[in-house]
């Protein structure tokens, strides 16, 4: 008898659990549940769908654009004729070969006493520039440009017939006991270096038009033409 009786309620319970499921399932509440077993449409404000982000189309910048930017980026005027040594306001003519930017002069910028300038008199250091080491020479030409590496040289006087050799060839360089000829020949350091303690110089004679490639102590005082590279 009492096995019956477990077996009776146990049926009662059963029925009621399953009961109790469907009326939950009939009632449940507006957001994706169903009611009498129909589903209930999403809330009209969840139906707005996201605009789709437009990429903007890339800026293409002309040649003109370019290389305009690439004077300002090294101080060279628009004409691509001068640049300003913001250091100390210097200005020297400027020459565009290629991709190339040389300078005309040679460079003035004081790292030193009189002893940069042929013959100690400052006069001179106005006509021809001032004399560096070859270390000093690494490091004396403004942001944005470099002295040249012998590469550079050669490509830069291989035509020579556009070579200012009246400009090139003068103002000599400093020795250890005295200074070249200053006024047929001038003396240029690269960046270059072939064997220790020495430099890449390029000397140019302006009377006979003649160019010589020399390695010299890294002590004596030579010009620098700084370069920019334009791309």
């Known amino acids: 008898m009492q096995g019956s009786f ?17 009326a939950s399932a009939s009632f449940a509440g507006p957001a994706g549940a169903s009611i009498k077993g129909k589903v209930a449409k999403p809330a009209a404000s969840h139906m ?22 690439a ?10 004729k001068v640049l300003t040594d913001k250091r100390d306001g210097k200005k020297y003519s400027v020459e565009i070969r290629g991709d190339k930017a040389w300078m005309k002069s040679n460079l003035a910028f004081s790292l ?5 300038c042929l013959m100690e ?20 030409c403004p942001a944005g440009w470099h002295l040249p590496n012998d ?22 360089c400093k020795s250890w006991d005295g ?16 064997q220790k303690n020495t430099g890449r ?6 009377v006979a038009h003649s160019i010589n490639r020399t390695d010299e102590s890294a002590s004596k005082g030579l010009y620098v033409r700084c370069v920019a590279d334009l791309r």
Not at 48 to 56: G, N, Q
Not at 71 to 80: H, R, T, V
Request: aromatic fraction near 14%.
């Open 179 to 194: 200074y070249c000829e200053g006024n047929t020949t001038g003396h240029y350091w690269s960046q270059s270096s072939v």
């Open 71 to 80: 004077l300002q980026s090294k101080n060279i005027s628009a004409d691509g």
């Open 48 to 69: 707005v769908k996201k605009a789709k982000k437009m990429d903007s189309a890339p800026v293409t910048k002309s040649e003109e654009e370019i290389f305009l930017a």
């Open 151 to 172: 590469g550079e040289w050669r490509d830069y006087q291989k035509d020579q017939s556009k070579l200012d050799w009246n400009n090139l060839g003068k103002g000599g």
């Open 201 to 206: 110089s390029w000397e140019f004679r302006s």
């Open 121 to 140: 008199n400052e006069e001179y250091c106005k006509k021809y520039g001032r004399f560096y080491s070859h270390s000093e020479a690494k490091m004396a």
């Open 112 to 116: 030193s006493t009189p002893r940069q």
């Open 6 to 22: 477990f077996k009776y309620t146990g049926r009662i319970i059963t029925a009621l659990a399953i009961s109790a499921i469907f």
